[in-house]
T-cell receptor, first 115, second 112 residues
Framework: DQQVKQNSPSLSVQEGRISILNCDYT??????FLWYKKYPAEGPTFLIS?????DKNEDGRFTVFLNKSAKHLSLHIVPSQPGDSAVYFC??????????????FGSGTQLTVLP | DGGITQSPKYLFRKEGQNVTLSCEQN?????MYWYRQDPGQGLRLIYY???????QKGDIAEGYSVSREKKESFPLTVTSAQKNPTAFYLC???????????FGDGTRLSIL
């Protein structure tokens, strides 16, 4: 049973346009959400996060939106750049997972930004 | 530079052999984690450790073992009991109770 779902395996956008990556979750105990970016043969790199007490968090070109009632979050990248081409993973942390704060990951979305 | 070092980058194992993947961090993090990634899938948690000499099973611990004798080190052993060990293995660490987790660059394990 996938608790974190990224239903789009791939997304292509033109350079300079907005990229919107989506993520849905089923566990209502998730209280912290993160986005990671991953290049081939490398480990994931933390991008941005949001606590369940917020509905939006911005960091430069990256904004994450959280809709708790719909159990949905999205990552917006504006403007998109060719260097943003990577796999993006959504991850969630359960308030009951204790001090280790285990993460549950989605299956990832491959973003390709076309020049 | 602080970070997480995983070695080797590529590893080959014969059927029936145990193999150990190394993970070292100099971030002074208390918590360390091991994940497995298969093609087209997300990361799945194998084991995690919150402090030295303590570790817990994750979602897919069968066929794996770990030790945490030092704060900096969290080696993962893939045993012969793991029937499908071919995968990309990622180690991560974090301040206990705090996100985000920081990842190493992974070890790709293949069966000969």
């Amino acid at each position: 049973d996938q608790q974190v779902k990224q239903n789009s395996p791939s997304l292509s956008v033109q350079e300079g346009r907005i990229s919107i990556l989506n993520c849905d979750y089923t566990n209502s105990m998730f209280d912290y959400f993160l986005w990671y970016k991953k290049y081939p043969a490398e480990g994931p790199t933390f991008l941005i996060s949001i606590s369940s007490i917020k509905d939006k968090n911005e960091d430069g070109r990256f904004t994450v939106f959280l809709n708790k009632s719909a159990k949905h979050l999205s990552l917006h990248i504006v403007p998109s750049q060719p260097g943003d081409s990577a796999v993006y993973f959504c991850a969630a942390s359960d308030v009951n997972s204790g001090s280790a704060r285990q993460l549950t990951f989605g299956s990832g979305t491959q973003l390709t930004v076309l020049p | 530079d602080g970070g997480i070092t995983q070695s080797p980058k590529y590893l080959f194992r014969k059927e029936g052999q145990n193999v150990t993947l190394s993970c070292e961090q100099n971030l002074n993090h208390d918590a360390m984690y091991w994940y497995r990634q298969d093609p087209g899938q997300g990361l799945r948690l194998i084991y995690y450790s919150q402090i030295v000499n303590d570790f817990q099973k994750g979602d897919i611990a069968e066929g794996y073992s770990v030790s945490r004798e030092k704060k900096e080190s969290f080696p993962l052993t893939v045993t012969s009991a793991q029937k499908n060990p071919t995968a990309f293995y990622l180690c991560a660490s974090s301040i206990a109770g705090v996100q985000p987790q920081h990842f190493g660059d992974g070890t790709r394990l293949s069966i000969l």
